[in-house]
């Protein structure tokens, strides 16, 4: 007997000229303002702005914001750990869509 599962996916497709508040990227990504904010001061994320409640992050962060929440909860990674994974993973992106030499 074969059981099948379907998996359904949704996502949204953000524009890099979009800004979040950290209140919205906090709802937006999962995350918590707190971890965010751990996020922000271990330098995963600038986010333009002095104050924090000044703050606004690019589209982009959306991504990274998913990213290190699923780090943090799946792998245990400290603040520190998810900035350092994030930027090897950014990195491994830039060299995967690199063209050859």
């Given at each position: 007997?074969?059981?099948?599962i379907?998996?359904?996916?949704?996502?949204?497709?953000?524009?890099?000229?979009i800004?979040?508040?950290?209140?919205?990227?906090s709802?937006?990504?999962?995350?918590?303002?707190?971890?965010l904010?751990?996020?922000v001061?271990?330098?995963?994320?600038?986010p333009?702005?002095?104050?924090t409640?000044?703050?606004?992050?690019?589209?982009?962060?959306?991504?990274?914001?998913?990213?290190?929440q699923?780090?943090?909860?799946?792998?245990?990674?400290?603040?520190?750990?998810?900035?350092?994974?994030l930027?090897?993973?950014?990195?491994?992106?830039?060299?995967?869509?690199?063209?050859?030499?």
């Amino acid at each position: 007997m074969t059981s099948s599962i379907t998996v359904y996916l949704q996502g949204e497709i953000v524009e890099e000229s979009i800004e979040f508040t950290l209140s919205e990227l906090s709802k937006a990504s999962g995350a918590s303002t707190e971890q965010l904010s751990l996020w922000v001061a271990e330098g995963a994320f600038e986010p333009r702005g002095e104050a924090t409640l000044a703050w606004r992050f690019s589209g982009s962060a959306l991504r990274r914001a998913a990213t290190a929440q699923r780090l943090t909860r799946d792998l245990g990674l400290n603040a520190a750990g998810v900035s350092l994974a994030l930027d090897l993973l950014e990195e491994i992106e830039t060299l995967r869509t690199r063209p050859d030499r």
